[in-house]
């Protein structure tokens, strides 16, 4: 009998205690943040993700769930230099330790080098492949040469230019001088 694991609702102990791996595929339409992040663009782009679970022995011997997640997709965001539409692609390998609670997981976060998350019966990965990439997209993307010359000036028709020389205020006083 084979085990069927379905990644918006995964059961991480049993996950990880079979040892189980998972390839899956989801459009970018599925993801609501990284579609706000695209400005509703390329909602058919596919998100690839593989994971994989494994129970390890912690310090004291005892068995605890990991997984193993890697992702990647091609985002179409904003170019912060021609404002334009550029192609990015963004991704993670990462390795995850379930433990028990919140408080737990808290503490142990700020203490490991590994991600500590709270293991469930319902963990949505999916959500958690959401939130990584959108940690992996760069803060302001640009083309590496954008398509279109960068526009570096703007001309306003209504813009009157200052007086290159400014009258001296000590003038007055010098005509006073004078007379």
Request: net charge negative; glycine share 6%; charged share 25%.
């Amino acid at each position: 009998m084979k085990n069927e694991f379905a990644p918006q609702h995964l059961h991480i102990a049993a996950f990880a205690s079979a040892g189980a791996s998972h390839i899956g595929s989801e459009k970018l339409a599925h993801f609501p943040r990284l579609m706000e992040l695209t400005a509703g663009l390329g909602g058919e782009t596919r998100v690839e993700y593989e994971l994989r679970g494994r129970l390890q022995a912690d310090g004291a011997g005892v068995d605890e769930p990991w997984m193993h997640l890697a992702a990647q997709s091609s985002l179409i965001l904003t170019c912060q230099r021609c404002l334009g539409p550029v192609e990015v692609e963004v991704g993670f390998d990462r390795n995850f330790r379930f433990v028990a609670t919140e408080e737990l997981a808290a503490i142990e976060d700020e203490e490991s080098d590994e991600d500590v998350l709270v293991a469930s019966k319902t963990f949505n990965v999916l959500e958690l492949i959401e939130d990584e990439l959108l940690m992996a997209a760069p803060v302001a993307p640009k083309h590496d040469h954008c398509p279109q010359a960068v526009k570096l000036a703007a001309i306003d028709p209504d813009f009157v230019d200052a007086p290159s020389e400014k009258p001296n205020p000590f003038a007055v006083l010098q005509q006073l001088k004078k007379s």
